[in-house]
């Protein structure tokens, strides 16, 4: 009968900005009877959120930050219900993307022509 090994630990960025795709990949799974296989990434290391089973290589976006454990499985093409164990675990810590605003101001600079200066002594 057809079985699946598990495919090696995710490759990819460690870290990165939110709202920003990151590739990450897989492979080495394969089927016991040499048909082929098709991967799917666990972007949270806890299977609620699941790519679509496809290529050994997907992309990601996370929009908020925290510490993810991005993994993945394979099944076979032929039997889909056939599936491979999770592999381990690639921690990505994902950070905030605030952007700075930048302020410009024209012009530049303003004459004010001759001012008259005011002492005051208390």
Do not use: C, H
């Amino acid at each position: 009968s057809e079985s699946i090994s598990t495919p090696v630990r995710p490759k990819g960025p460690g870290s990165g900005k939110a709202d920003t795709s990151y590739f990450y990949s897989t492979g080495g799974a394969t089927s016991r009877t040499g048909n082929p296989v098709e991967y799917q990434f666990d972007w949270q290391g806890d299977g609620s959120d699941l790519s679509a089973y496809g290529s050994a290589t997907q992309s990601k976006t996370w929009t908020a930050t925290g510490t993810y454990s991005v993994r993945a499985r394979a099944r076979g093409t032929v039997n889909s219900s056939v599936v491979s164990d999770w592999s381990s675990g690639l921690s990505v810590a994902i950070s905030s993307n605030t952007k700075v605003p930048i302020i410009s101001v024209t012009p530049t600079a303003y004459g004010f022509g001759k001012v008259k200066k005011r002492y005051s002594i208390s």
